[in-house]
């Protein structure tokens, strides 16, 4: 479906309440921290977040302890998520009793569901606001209203439109993000997010196109592309992923397009062509399979099977040769059996991922798995998260010995964490190298040559 957009008289009375905080802030210097749980969705919705307090005068603090607004942006698609905000939020208490000025707001999915944002103001009467997923352009209003010292909850927006032309504040200078699809149809029964980021909706083809042509004019050379399942965009208006991947490969300075995440139902052949006729379309895959056993991808709701996805993998094989295919995996599943898991084994042993984020299945209110009976005991999902975890460690390896004396171009993206002097960047198929270099070469693209596989990376030399 196509994204109704927010009319734009609601967008500039909004952009009057901006500059309402900003006069009331301004010379004050005051700055503010986000806190950002989940996905790439959140990362690149706490950018826009950003983007709107830096046009309010907000300048980035460095640390959370000497910002005056502290946002924390919500996950909920795992238990885990969800408890350690709420014990992040809870030692901000002593703080705002020593700052009664400390502007504290929760937005993101976790508060997109009613109930669990009244209890957070609840439980939390030091919290300024909570806000939704589809509301972000709206924060100029929730700004001025704790300034003001009110409480707000916003939530609901119908229709869930798309706000184009928001400001973002993007952190990387050298690769962004863009939105192409919003929300989620797909309902996998074991999955909240269709309910937190609503249905799915499309951007226009020609909307995705200026962004990413003006990124470009600001010196930005790789994209991702961002959406649930960004197989599926532009269904019902005519277009398609292959054409959107058409078009922007034809924009100018832009070198790597990167998309993330594809749906194995919606991958067709059109597109298997697109992604090897389309030279910037970068060879990597993220194909999230969730399990090896058609029985249990039935109850997931995901619509193909072990047979099918096994067919997409060699067909996208025989399209695409170098293709690197990463994956997510559930284990746990209600009602998965020691069969059903030898069957998931089994098939990340015949795929040979390059990379796997496993999870121990994890009950939503609300999700039709969750009501499903046959629970998984926890102490056999550990196990068995375990076991998967060290089958795709060996995978893991394998994959990269295959790099070993493998020519290949990076873009440098910045310092080991524990070495000054050395680089990493990432080829094509999203393989990472490590390798001796200098400040200057961050944004550049550097031919490299892997010497050794390390664990989990490859090292190597600049040519
Ligand atoms: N739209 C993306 C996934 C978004 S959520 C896609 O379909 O690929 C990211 C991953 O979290 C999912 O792929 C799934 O493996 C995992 N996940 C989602 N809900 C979960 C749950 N209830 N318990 C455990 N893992 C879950
Ligand atoms: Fe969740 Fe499935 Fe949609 Fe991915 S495709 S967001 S797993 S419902
Ligand atoms: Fe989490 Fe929302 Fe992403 S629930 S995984 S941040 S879409």
Avoid at 128 to 151: C, H, I, K, S, Y
Avoid at 314 to 336: H, K, Q, S, W, Y
């Amino acid at each position: 479906m196509q994204a109704k957009k927010i009319e734009p008289e609601r967008l500039e009375r909004q952009q009057g309440i901006a500059q309402a905080v900003f006069e009331q802030i301004q010379d004050k210097n005051k700055t503010y921290y986000i806190e950002t749980y989940g996905c790439q969705m959140n990362v690149r919705d706490s950018e826009t977040i950003a983007g709107l307090l830096q046009g309010m005068g907000y300048s980035p603090s460095a640390t959370k302890e000497k910002a005056d607004v502290i946002l924390f942006n919500t996950c909920c698609v795992r238990d885990h998520a969800e408890k350690r905000l709420l014990a992040n939020i809870g030692a901000l208490k002593e703080r705002k009793e020593e700052d009664p000025e400390l502007i504290i707001g929760i937005c993101g999915c976790m508060m997109q569901q009613a109930d669990v944002s009244r209890k957070v103001m609840r439980r939390f009467p030091f919290v300024n606001f909570v806000f939704g997923t589809n509301v972000l352009w709206r924060l100029p209003e929730l700004m001025l209203g704790a300034l003001d010292g009110e409480r707000l909850i916003l939530t609901e927006e119908e229709g869930f439109a798309v706000c184009e032309g928001l400001p973002a504040h993007r952190s990387n200078p050298f690769s962004a993000f863009v939105n192409i699809t919003f929300g989620c149809d797909n309902f996998c029964s074991y999955c909240i997010v269709p309910y937190v980021r609503g249905r799915e909706r499309s951007r226009e083809l020609s909307e995705v196109v200026a962004e990413v042509s003006s990124l470009a004019d600001r010196g930005i050379t790789e994209i991702t592309l961002l959406g649930q399942n960004v197989n599926s965009y532009g269904k019902g208006m005519g277009v398609d992923f292959a054409d959107l991947l058409h078009d922007v490969n034809a924009v100018d300075g832009i070198r790597r397009i990167r998309y993330m995440s594809s749906h194995p139902k919606d991958l067709s052949p059109r597109l298997m062509a697109a992604i090897a006729q389309n030279d910037k379309v970068c060879h990597h895959m993220h194909l999230p399979v969730q399990s090896g056993s058609t029985a249990i991808l039935e109850r997931m709701n995901r619509r193909y099977t072990r047979e099918g996805y096994l067919q997409l993998v060699e067909d996208l094989r025989r399209t695409v040769p170098d293709i690197e295919l990463t994956t997510d995996v559930i284990v746990g599943f209600p009602g998965e059996t020691d069969r059903d898991f030898e069957d998931t084994l089994s098939l990340m042993d015949e795929v040979g991922y390059a990379a796997a984020f496993t999870f121990k299945y994890s009950p939503r209110k609300g999700t039709r798995a969750a009501e499903m009976e046959d629970q998984i005991p926890e102490a056999i999902k550990k196990e068995r998260l375990k076991a998967l975890n060290e089958l795709q460690a060996k995978k893991t390896a394998e994959n990269n010995q295959k790099y070993l004396g493998h020519r290949g171009e990076v873009l440098v993206e910045g310092f080991d964490r524990r070495q000054e002097t050395i680089l990493f960047g990432k080829l094509d198929t999203f393989k990472m190298v490590y390798f001796p270099g200098d400040e200057g070469l961050l944004g550049t693209y550097q031919t490299v040559q892997v010497t050794e596989c390390a664990r989990n990376s490859l090292l190597g030399r600049m040519e």
